[in-house]
């Protein structure tokens, strides 16, 4: 059984730092890209970076780029999105994600961006 589950979110200042996890498990980690999505209230959830097995990289969203990284380590079937520089606009639930074959989503970390 395919199993994500994401923690690292909380709440945090603008312009602080998060560092959010997914821990897999139920199927062979290093052959699938991971992603990370987001989604704010009332808005459409949206992709923010994915990686692949091998570890290229993409970052998706516009807004974040140059402010997040994504990373894995596939011994331990774990892939990172690092945020820095948090604005409020960045305040979402986050979801991990295996792509792309199946539906496979972890349960989401809320991330809360506030003053």
């Known amino acids: 059984q395919v199993h994500l589950v994401e923690s690292g979110g909380c709440l945090v200042q603008p312009g602080g730092s998060l560092r959010l996890s997914c821990s897999a498990s139920?199927?062979?980690?290093?052959?699938?890209?991971m992603t990370w999505y987001r989604q704010a209230p009332g808005k459409e959830r949206e992709l923010v970076a994915a990686i692949t097995g091998t570890g290229i990289s993409t970052i998706s969203a516009d807004s974040v780029k140059g402010r997040c990284t994504i990373y894995r380590y596939n011994d331990k079937k774990t892939v990172y999105l690092q945020m820095n520089k948090l604005r409020l606009e960045d305040t979402a639930m986050y979801y991990c994600?295996?792509?792309?074959?199946?539906?496979?989503w972890g349960q989401g970390t809320q991330v809360t961006v506030s003053s």
């Open positions: 994600r295996r792509s792309y074959i199946g539906n496979y």
């Open positions: 139920g199927f062979t980690f290093s052959n699938y890209v």
